[in-house]
């Protein structure tokens, strides 16, 4: 897969990362005016409000309460609804890397609702 997603004859990109990755996801979505969705775990950009003004697709924003970039993820969420943004955010009472099943804060159930929640949010993202 190349991270693209056709629409019409033109491409648009396709954004979803997670832990650093989260913050790189939510950094190019301000940065890469086509992309179509982001989803971001455990982590986020700097909420800044230039940054966020850019960001045009819907974002999703998955978070574990005991994850130590969760206050982050709170400021992050916040300016984007300041700035009407289209977000969703994924609590759970996890940590870190919750969905990582080599991480020993694994977290079977966790992981599951999370998946399940990105794959309804990407359809609705990718094909409305």
Not at 30 to 51: K, T
Not at 98 to 111: E, G, I, K, T, V
Request: net charge negative; proline share 4%; hydrophobic share 45%.
């Amino acid at each position: 897969m190349d991270g693209r997603t056709q629409v019409g004859r033109a491409f648009r990109p396709n954004v979803a990362l997670s832990s650093v990755g989260g913050g790189w996801a939510t950094l190019l979505a301000s940065q890469w005016p086509d992309v179509s969705a982001v989803v971001a775990y455990y982590g986020v950009a700097d909420a800044d409000d230039a940054a966020i003004a850019k960001i045009g697709a819907p974002v999703l924003l998955v978070c574990g309460t005991q994850d130590d970039t969760a206050e982050d993820v709170v400021a992050f969420e916040a300016a984007l609804k300041a700035q009407r943004k289209a977000v969703q955010t994924i609590w759970n009472g996890e940590g870190h890397n919750f969905a990582d099943p080599s991480n020993p804060r694994y977290s079977l159930r966790a992981a599951d609702a999370a998946y399940r929640e990105v794959r309804t949010f990407l359809q609705r993202a990718l094909h409305d």
